[in-house]
Each structure stands twice: as C-alpha cells, then as structure tokens.
C-alpha cells in the first residue's frame, strides 16, 4: 500500500492519502503489539482505507481519460482511412 500512494501520488487526494497513512501506521503499531484482536482491527481498517485509495486512483484515472478523449474527438480525427483488402490471386494462380 505504501508503494501504491508513492507510484500514484499525484492522483491520490490529500485527505485519502492521509487516512491511509494512519491506518498504514495503526497497522504497524498493531503488528509490534501481541493483542490479535488489535492486528485484526488494523488490518480490516488498512484494507477499507486502500479500496478508497484505489477508488480515488481509479477516478482520477477516468477523468484523465476522458479529458484526453474529449481533446481528441475536438481536433477530429482526419488520418483515419477506410480501406478493404482483397486478395487477388497472383500470376502463377491465374493460369
């Protein structure tokens, strides 16, 4: 999880990063203790905390896309060309 926020920092909002980082944290602290029901409790708090990351990174994502593909379809798409292939047979098939 901590490679994913630093690989995708630019996408990742201020505030889900730094819930993440806290459960990251919660995490590592519960991990040190010997109290399972603790580790337990981080662990399932890290993961809700990395579906909203990666939710965050996935919207970010799409609005990126889109953005990309509005700017496309204004500038037209003038070197698209329609062609069909035929094949023709060649001049040892002819005779």
């Not at 500038?75 to 094949?87: F, H, L, Q, R, S």
Request: charged content about 35%; aromatic content about 2%; proline content about 2%.
């Amino acid at each position: 999880t901590e490679k994913f926020i630093k690989d995708n920092e630019e996408k990742v909002p201020a505030e889900t990063k730094e819930k993440v980082e806290a459960a990251i944290k919660e995490a590592q602290d519960a991990l040190a203790g010997t109290d399972i029901s603790a580790v337990k409790a981080a662990v399932e708090k890290l993961g809700a905390e990395s579906q909203a990351l990666g939710q965050a990174i996935y919207e970010a994502s799409a609005a990126e896309e889109a953005a990309n593909t509005d700017g496309d379809s204004a500038a037209g798409n003038d070197d698209v060309v329609d062609a069909e292939v035929v094949d023709e047979p060649s001049d040892s098939e002819k005779k």
